[in-house]
């Protein structure tokens, strides 16, 4: 890492506190996020981790370099909802698990997010989870019962220590599987016994299958070790999965922690309401993607992406059809700036170097809202901006705007979002608002041509050319235009 670079600070919840980041190996910087149960599509409150561990992703690569970065997000491909699943749907599970999870990466590919640099699959560690089962029988934190194999909680001393409930609300939680076979409320299921008619392998303890807490700790072992350096998922995970996933884990290696810095992502509301099929407002990151369900129309990827980094990542978000349609206008007037100003001289490189305003924010625990507020600074520089804003700019040569286009640019990328500048990124209408945006600037062109103001009214028509809009002049005086994207 370049000592010019900002010091990276990140909330962890498993001290409530904001620390600076450590990495055990800067060579070698480790994260695990949990990924999607393959059963169903993704909704949009699985999308917000998506969105935020990628970005901190491309931070990590950006600040110690892509080769040290190494970044696991796993596929759940076993499980009792999937097999509910392939029942109910009359299909194999091998054919669920592979349509579903093919939906999945395509759908992430459209919000913007890099591949992980390793996607494990559950079904493909079985050999780790027994492993795991068997150290923690012989250490004594673990027993067989009944064809299972449980975590014996009281065996563990500081369990809890993430979550911080009370032990009233703890045991409420673990009593998912009440059964004769535990020793104690709080146990939970290492190893199942599987019917003829359900997935299972061979282990010790008769045919059968891991439990969902044990998968994590066995993928993140595999390729990560027994610590590491970030853990993250959304904060509906903290309890009870992260925190049996460190009891599994330390308790089976014998370390302090698992990983040293616990990540978590706020909770998501759509238009002011807890998201439930019940109330209508179940959103798919395919359905806003492909169908006209949320809004009445398909919704960018790019525009999904900008809608949750608007918010900080640890603060609750209310998803909102207005929240879409302001990330969308935002993201047309970057790409405008972008496209005028570079467009003033071919002399200057595409891509400037980082604004360090923007970098010392995303360093500051991925605070995205002041990061972007970087960005419109940038496009507010030069007579361009105000053409483009209609609002007070920087005064600032063509060479001045076209540096800060690049370093838009550079921001732009670094947060996934440089592929509004694909001329192929454009939408075949415009809304009201650009609408009447449109109008504005061809009253002030006839202005200007009126008084003869010949280098105002081809700066105009070139800002309209960029937004996709195309004038013709009529013989009677008028100017229509139509969108050509």
């Given amino acids: ?51 935020v561990f990628d970005v901190l992703f491309r931070l990590l690569r950006q600040l110690y370099g892509a080769e040290h970065v190494t970044y696991v997000r796993n596929i759940t491909d076993v499980d ?10 009359g299909i194999s599970i091998r054919e669920l698990t592979e349509g579903t999870n093919a939906i999945f990466q395509a759908d992430v ?62 045991i409420a939680g673990a009593r998912v599987d009440v059964a004769p076979y535990k020793r104690g409320d709080m146990d939970f299921v290492l ?9 299972g392998w061979d282990s010790p303890w008769g045919r059968g299958r891991p439990g969902w807490h044990l998968e994590c700790s066995a993928m993140s072992w595999k390729h ?9 998922g959304g904060i509906d995970l903290v309890f009870p999965h992260h925190e049996n996933e460190i009891a599994q884990t330390r308790c089976a290696f014998g370390h302090e922690v698992m990983a040293n810095y616990w990540m978590h992502n706020g909770f998501l509301q759509v238009e002011g309401e807890k998201m439930s099929k019940s109330l209508g407002n179940f959103v798919t990151i395919h359905e806003l993607l492909h169908t006209e369900n949320f809004g009445g129309r398909k919704w960018p990827g ?16 209310d998803f909102t059809v207005k929240a879409l349609e302001e990330a969308e206008r935002t993201l047309l ?58 609002e007070e700019s920087t005064a600032a040569s063509p060479v001045e705007q076209q540096i800060a286009a690049a370093r838009l640019r550079a921001a732009l990328s670094l947060l996934g979002l440089q592929t509004i500048l694909d001329p192929a990124w454009q939408r075949s209408s415009v809304d009201e608002a650009e609408s009447d945006k449109i109008k504005e600037l061809i009253e002030r062109r006839r202005t200007a041509r009126a008084t003869k103001n010949w280098a105002e009214s081809d700066r105009i028509r070139d800002a309209l050319a960029a937004m996709g809009v195309a004038l013709k002049d009529n013989k009677d005086g008028t100017t229509t235009w139509e969108v050509k994207r």
Wanted: aromatic content about 8%.
């Fill in 191 to 199: 190893w199942k016994p599987s019917k003829d008619s359900e997935p």
């Fill in 302 to 317: 790019e525009v999904l992406r900008l809608a949750m980094l608007r918010t900080h990542y640890r603060q609750p978000i």
């Fill in 224 to 232: 990560l070790g027994e610590t590491f350096d970030i853990h993250g």
């Fill in 80 to 89: 009792d909802k999937i097999n509910a699943r392939a029942a109910e749907r």
């Fill in 109 to 170: 590919a459209a919000l913007g997010c890099l591949p992980p640099s390793v996607q494990p699959r559950a079904t493909e560690h079985i050999a780790q989870m027994i492993a795991l089962v068997e150290k923690l029988i012989a250490s004594g934190h673990a027993y067989a019962a009944d064809g299972h194999v449980l975590f014996d909680v009281p065996s563990m001393a500081d369990y809890g220590r993430l979550s911080r409930r009370p032990l009233d609300e703890m």
């Fill in 1 to 51: 890492m370049s000592s010019d670079a900002p010091v990276l600070k990140l909330y962890n919840t498993l001290t409530r506190v904001k620390e600076e980041f450590r990495p055990i190996d800067p060579a070698n910087v480790r994260m695990y996020v949990c990924g999607p149960t393959v059963y169903d599509y993704a909704h949009i409150g699985n999308a917000r981790p998506l969105i």
């Fill in 333 to 390: 007037r970057w790409r405008r700036f972008v496209e005028l100003a570079l467009s003033l001289d071919d002399d200057i490189s595409d891509f400037g170097p980082l604004p360090s305003a923007f970098m010392e924010y995303l360093a500051d625990d991925l605070n995205t809202p002041a990061a972007l507020s970087r960005i419109h600074e940038l496009a507010r520089v030069g007579p361009t901006a105000a053409l483009e804003w209609g």
